[in-house]
């Protein structure tokens, strides 16, 4: 299988790549800020390809980014839309550079690859974009969270309205809602908080997904979460 991880250079992305990375019949792309990491991913496995990649600033990156993979796949069976940016402070203490920021990197980046990697979904293709328990409406919420969570809803509502936009070319687009999960963006986030799943176990739920949910589901939410947060 032809497969993208977005935000793949640490945490569960990195996790959901090495465990793909093990049937050396896929072919992956990850993308993410991280050189170093990257370099590692590629040097380990045979089958990993990587691009840099800040979708804060898609926007100026979107060209070479298409160029890259246009290059390397004609078809995409997988796209998982990993990356996120938690910034935690009190809403009114939020500079409208800091929220945009959460936004471009949550919501309009993973949403612009979508729309530029189009053509390149078909029958049987999986879209599967991460979200966060704190973006599922109904959900407890936390101080701190106002824009992470928002940006993270805004991600879920455009799964189901591209699962029904898509479906005659028979793509299905599903959206997990994470729970806490024990990464290093949640202990920068929230330091000394101690969340009951790590990212190896979270990593091997979200790849199974990836390659047999749209068996079950399309245009889906689905809860991802063993208590609150």
């Known amino acids: 299988m032809n497969i993208i991880v977005?935000?793949?250079?640490?945490?569960?992305?990195?996790?959901?790549?090495?465990n793909l990375a093990q049937?050396?019949?896929?072919?992956?792309?990850?993308?993410g800020r991280?050189?170093?990491s990257l370099n590692d991913l590629t040097s380990r496995?045979?089958?990993?390809?990587?691009?840099?990649?800040?979708?804060?600033t898609f926007d100026n990156q979107s060209g070479s980014f298409g160029k890259t993979v246009f290059s390397k796949f004609t078809s995409i069976d997988i796209l998982i839309n990993m990356a996120g940016l938690v910034i935690s402070k009190e809403f009114l203490a939020f500079s409208n550079e800091e929220a945009r920021l959460i936004m471009e990197t949550n919501f309009?980046?993973?949403?612009?690859?979508?729309?530029?990697?189009?053509?390149l979904f078909g029958q049987g293709s999986h879209i599967v974009?991460?979200?966060?328990?704190?973006?599922?409406?109904?959900?407890?919420?936390?101080?701190?969270?106002?824009?992470?969570?928002?940006?993270k809803a805004a991600l879920a509502c455009l799964t189901?309205?591209?699962?029904?936009?898509?479906?005659?070319?028979?793509?299905?687009?599903?959206?997990?809602?994470?729970?806490?999960?024990?990464?290093?963006?949640?202990?920068?986030?929230?330091?000394?908080?101690?969340?009951?799943l790590d990212a190896k176990k979270m990593a091997?739920?979200?790849?199974?997904?990836?390659?047999?949910?749209?068996?079950?589901?399309?245009?889906?939410?689905?809860?991802?979460a063993v208590n609150t947060p």
């Open 204 to 224: 091997r739920f979200i790849t199974d997904f990836a390659i047999n949910g749209h068996k079950f589901f399309n245009g889906k939410i689905l809860p991802v």
């Open 34 to 36: 991280n050189k170093r």
């Open 45 to 56: 496995f045979n089958n990993v390809h990587a691009i840099e990649l800040d979708l804060s």
């Open 129 to 151: 974009n991460i979200s966060s328990m704190g973006g599922f409406q109904g959900s407890q919420k936390f101080n701190g969270l106002s824009y992470y969570s928002a940006s």
């Open 6 to 18: 977005n935000g793949g250079t640490r945490g569960i992305g990195k996790e959901i790549v090495i």
């Open 23 to 31: 049937d050396h019949d896929n072919q992956i792309i990850v993308t």
């Open 160 to 196: 189901e309205c591209l699962a029904n936009e898509f479906k005659e070319y028979g793509i299905s687009v599903n959206c997990l809602a994470l729970g806490a999960v024990q990464t290093e963006m949640l202990a920068e986030a929230f330091p000394g908080y101690k969340a009951p």
């Open 108 to 119: 309009f980046g993973p949403a612009a690859v979508i729309r530029q990697l189009k053509s």
